[in-house]
């Protein structure tokens, strides 16, 4: 699992990654910097009930782009905190379950699920 804590100001890209599990979740993010994912795998994760999301952003900016979530599981949370997000061009097993709490300027497009 990855975790991005509150202190972070900076950016990470994780580009052409696989994260295998099984785990409970792939991604907690914090902090104010920019987290990036693109052109990643995610292929095992929820926890016991399936009901955690592979990548839960509390704050931030994020960039999540032509991955593939593997499982028939909640994909992405963002949070209140999240300032900007971009989470386009995704593939998804079974259904888009993205929960967007966040007030900020989040743009969602042409993603994919079966």
């Known amino acids: 699992m990855i975790e991005v804590e509150k202190n972070n100001t900076g950016s990470i890209r994780f580009v052409n990654c696989s ?3 099984p785990c409970n979740q792939i991604a907690k993010i914090a902090g104010t910097g920019t987290v990036g994912f693109g052109d990643c795998t995610f292929v095992q994760w929820g926890g016991k009930n399936g009901d955690i999301p592979a990548i839960q952003a509390q704050s931030g900016t994020v ?6 979530f593997r499982q028939d599981r909640p994909q992405i949370r963002l949070g209140e905190g999240v300032e900007r997000a971009i989470i386009t061009e ?5 259904s888009q379950r993205i929960v967007n709490q966040s007030g900020g300027n989040v743009q969602l ?3 994919v699920s079966n």
Request: neutral net charge.
């Open 19 to 21: 994260f295998w599990g």
């Open 109 to 111: 497009g042409f993603n």
């Open 63 to 68: 960039l999540i782009r032509g991955c593939e």
């Open 90 to 94: 995704n593939l998804f097993t079974g």
